[in-house]
């Protein structure tokens, strides 16, 4: 049974930082492609960050330069470092492992699409405040 088991969030004030850890079992995070996922109150579930099988890394837009996604294979475990943390950042943060386990699929154009990941963590709360 795969589990994914978030950890790491909490309060801090605008230029913050937090490290995210996303703590797997059931699942390889090498042989998946893990994503970290946000969404805030009222608002859809977005991609932020998400890590090829270990070996290329994307971003959306607006965290591009502050966020930085890794994994440590030997733990099994993901993280998510963010810094210069904004108001905007505040959210539930929750991390992902693909339904799939191959690298045929359009990773650049799919990765931030929920239907894409078959596994979630139970999510962690960031809250940056001004």
């Known amino acids: 049974q795969v589990q994914l088991v978030e950890s790491g969030g909490g309060s801090v004030q605008s230029g913050g930082s937090l490290r995210l850890s996303c703590q797997a079992s059931?699942?390889?995070?090498?042989?998946?492609?893990m994503t970290w996922f946000r969404q805030s109150p009222g608002a859809a579930r977005e991609g932020v960050a998400s890590?090829?099988?270990?070996?290329?890394?994307n971003y959306t837009d607006s965290v591009r330069g502050r966020f930085t996604i890794s994994q440590d294979n030997t733990k099994n475990t993901l993280y998510l470092q963010m810094d210069i943390l904004k108001p905007e950042d505040t959210a539930m943060y929750y991390c992902?492992?693909?339904?799939?386990?191959?690298?045929?699929?359009?990773?650049?154009?799919?990765?931030?699409?929920?239907?894409?990941?078959?596994?979630w963590g139970q999510g962690t709360q960031v809250t940056v405040s001004s």
């Open positions: 992902a492992a693909s339904s799939r386990d191959d690298y045929f699929w359009d990773w650049r154009r799919d990765w931030s699409r929920e239907s894409e990941y078959s596994n």
């Open positions: 059931g699942v390889s995070v090498v042989n998946r492609v």
């Open positions: 890590s090829f099988f270990g070996e290329l890394m």
